[in-house]
């Protein structure tokens, strides 16, 4: 696999995991921050903002995730892909964490 490859499946995982809280909270009718919000990503933005989001998060990690060759039987991209998941959930459940406790 190429260098690109690792670094397409590692940004799909990430922006795959995103997708999934902007589009239950936009489905759900909840407002949830968004690079869009004032303040961008801390400020809510409305569900259908979310929705919107959620989808170009998923045509994105779509594209990644092909482009990195992700498949059952390619073991290295599933291991890279999981560490992008990995990553950005850590991230964001610290960064919301800190969020709610103001």
Same mark, same amino acid.
């Not at 995103?18 to 400020?43: E, I, K, L, M, W």
């Not at 929705?51 to 498949?71: Q, Y």
């Given at each position: 696999? !190429?260098?690109?490859? #690792?670094?397409?499946?590692?940004? @799909?995982?990430?922006? =795959? @995991?995103?997708?999934? +809280? %902007?589009?239950? %909270?936009?489905?759900?009718?909840?407002?949830?921050?968004? +690079? #869009?919000?004032? +303040? +961008?990503?801390?400020?809510? /933005?409305?569900? !259908?903002?979310?929705? &919107?989001?959620?989808?170009?998060? &998923?045509?994105?990690?779509?594209? &990644? #995730?092909?482009?990195?060759?992700? /498949?059952?039987?390619?073991?290295?991209?599933l =291991?890279?892909?999981?560490?992008?998941?990995?990553?950005?959930s =850590? &991230?964001?459940?610290?960064? #919301? @964490?800190?969020?709610q @406790?103001?």
């Amino acid at each position: 696999m !190429t260098w690109y490859g #690792f670094i397409a499946c590692f940004f @799909a995982g990430m922006i =795959l @995991a995103n997708a999934v +809280p %902007h589009f239950v %909270h936009g489905v759900s009718g909840d407002p949830f921050p968004t +690079p #869009f919000a004032h +303040p +961008p990503g801390r400020g809510l /933005s409305s569900p !259908t903002v979310n929705v &919107l989001w959620a989808l170009v998060n &998923l045509a994105i990690g779509a594209f &990644l #995730f092909r482009l990195g060759k992700v /498949s059952g039987g390619n073991a290295p991209a599933l =291991l890279v892909f999981f560490a992008g998941i990995a990553v950005i959930s =850590l &991230l964001l459940s610290a960064s #919301f @964490a800190r969020k709610q @406790a103001r």
